[in-house]
């Protein structure tokens, strides 16, 4: 089935470090959403971008919807150690099901204090 | 508000045992799924239901059952579980009029 392509698989970065993460879609998608992660826990829904060339921001994470409509970017600022986790990137395309998401494989960040 | 909630946290079973995972959800949400996650799989849909009275298949739905009891509950049921089938189930729901998925905390399944 379709799948989304998102990178990188994992990041070690240093506390104070800006991070970016993307990914892509071979089809058009009518929505982008960004979750995290943490171990032991369920995604948490960060951000929800419904428009092409939207740029939507929460707290230090700042997320955009391509306008090819086939990718999306999530970047954080000024990593912090409670940023470690997995962000996962989701999306619904024209042609799914309506309202079944398609997800990435995950980005993995570690962060260095 | 609990939001989603799923019980147990934790199960271990034999192969060829049956077991019912719960899921209830507050938010007066429509839709509701089933996915499991497995490393270096994603996030995978199993069953799904996009309002009360209706369930669907989903990408991996072989060895599983699902009821949507009500508006508020939706289980999962493995008839005969098998190693296969040891995995991190989550619940999600879902309102109407968006596409965001509100997770539980998951369920840690391991069968031997």
């Known amino acids: 089935g379709q799948q989304l392509n998102q990178s990188p698989q994992s990041m ?14 071979s089809s058009i998608f009518n929505t982008w959403l960004w979750y995290k992660q ?20 929460n707290g230090r994470l700042t997320a955009q919807f391509g306008i090819t ?30 309202g079944n ?13 | 508000n609990a939001g989603v909630t ?13 077991m019912t995972l719960q899921c209830a959800q507050d938010m007066n949400h429509n839709s ?4 499991r996650q497995d490393p270096g799989m994603g996030l995978r849909l199993i069953y799904y239901s996009a309002s ?9 739905p072989n060895g599983y059952n699902v009821s949507r ?20 189930y989550f619940c999600a729901s879902r309102p109407g009029p968006t596409y965001e998925q509100y997770f539980g905390p998951g369920t840690r399944l391991t069968v031997t």
């Open chain 2, 52 to 60: 009360e009275g209706t369930t669907d298949k989903g990408e991996v």
């Open chain 1, 101 to 113: 998401l398609i997800f990435g494989k995950g980005t993995k960040l570690s962060v260095k204090p």
């Open chain 2, 32 to 35: 509701m799924y089933w996915y």
């Open chain 1, 12 to 25: 070690f970065i240093q506390e104070g470090e800006d991070v970016s993460m993307n990914c892509t879609s």
């Open chain 1, 38 to 57: 943490e171990p032991g826990e369920g995604p948490v829904l960060l951000i929800a971008l419904y428009k092409a060339g939207e740029l939507t921001s």
């Open chain 1, 69 to 98: 409509r086939k990718d999306s970017f999530l970047n954080i600022s000024a990593s912090i150690p409670s940023d470690v986790g997995i962000y996962f990137c989701a999306g619904q395309d024209y042609g799914g099901s309506q």
């Open chain 2, 6 to 18: 799923q019980t147990p946290k934790f199960q271990v079973l034999k192969t060829g045992q049956s």
């Open chain 2, 69 to 88: 009891l009500n508006k508020r509950e939706f289980s999962l049921r493995l008839e005969s579980a098998a190693p296969s089938q040891t995995s991190v």
